[in-house]
């Protein structure tokens, strides 16, 4: 039989009747992997080849199972960059280009050197690195599998101003070393009901103790440290999360806490000065 993209359509609405997104993310797929346009695949009603054929089931048996679009195509998009992810990092939230808005607006000094704690893929470190090549930006992370994906990309980027370190943490760190410290780390509590709709995320990056704050306070209480005078603390977290992020950094000297919103106006990145 020969298939076009009609055959594989009611087949993903035999498979999923009610997930629209499916076909949606076949598409993406489908002009991510066999490179066709949609003059291909609307207009002319490509017959996909044999060849084409086991692509696309591919993605069918990845789907079956779950695998999220960016892990199958081993690539996601942040901040204007495709970045290399596979299922030994976290796939980038949007929300979380807000924390790199906020870090690139703030005019940076050539020199300024900023730490990505939790660097995971480094979609964080590395677009920052990328949009202020003055500036030195570090990687830290206690995985090295995280630290491998997070060196394909600062090669994949030409990077020389963005550094990795294995460390558990600022474990590693010296004091007065940063002017800046972002971070997203693990902020899931054990059992939130979400987890099982990221269940093929590195669990280790997504959840943490103390209701998903224990790493916070870790966190915290090593930067007031290792940053410099007058250096920024910045930390994602959930949206349900900000006053106990606040009370956190307060509890280990930080002031001037600021507040900033999500696309959703939810509350979603937290900053405070040494």
């Known amino acids: 039989m020969i298939k076009d993209l009609n055959y594989y359509n009611k087949k993903i ?11 949606k993310e076949l598409i993406f797929y489908i002009k991510e992997k066999l490179d066709l346009n949609d003059l291909s695949l609307f207009v002319d009603n490509h017959k996909f080849s044999k060849e084409e054929e086991n692509s696309i089931n591919d993605f069918f048996e990845k789907k079956k199972n779950g695998i999220p679009l960016d ?6 998009s942040f901040y204007q960059n ?11 939230r949007p929300e979380t280009e807000i924390l790199v808005d906020h ?37 830290v992370d206690y995985s090295l599998a995280a630290l491998q994906v997070a060196k394909i990309n600062k090669q ?10 294995n460390s558990i943490w600022l474990n590693s760190l010296k004091e007065n070393m940063f002017d800046i410290i972002v971070s997203n780390p693990p902020y899931v509590a054990p059992f939130d009901p979400h987890l099982e709709e990221l269940k093929h995320e590195p669990i280790s990056a997504l959840v943490a103790e103390q209701n998903g ?62």
């Open 156 to 165: 994949k980027f030409n990077l020389s101003n963005f550094y990795l370190i």
């Open 71 to 76: 892990y199958i195509l081993q690539k996601s």
């Open 13 to 23: 609405k035999e498979i999923w009747p009610d997930e629209s997104h499916i076909g």
């Open 213 to 274: 704050l224990r790493d916070f306070d870790l966190i915290s209480s090593q930067a007031i440290k290792v940053l410099k005078k007058d250096g920024l603390l910045a930390f994602e977290h959930g949206n349900s999360q900000a006053n106990e992020v606040r009370n956190i950094m307060i509890n280990y000297g930080f002031k001037n806490i600021v507040l900033i919103n999500d696309y959703q106006s939810q509350p979603r990145i937290t900053l405070g000065k040494k």
């Open 103 to 139: 870090i690139n607006n703030l005019n940076l000094s050539p020199g300024v050197k900023i730490l990505d704690a939790g660097v995971g893929s480094g979609c964080i470190g590395a677009s920052l690195a990328k949009l202020n090549p003055e500036t030195l930006i570090y990687g």
């Open 82 to 92: 495709d970045f290399f992810v596979d299922e030994r990092v976290l796939i980038p």
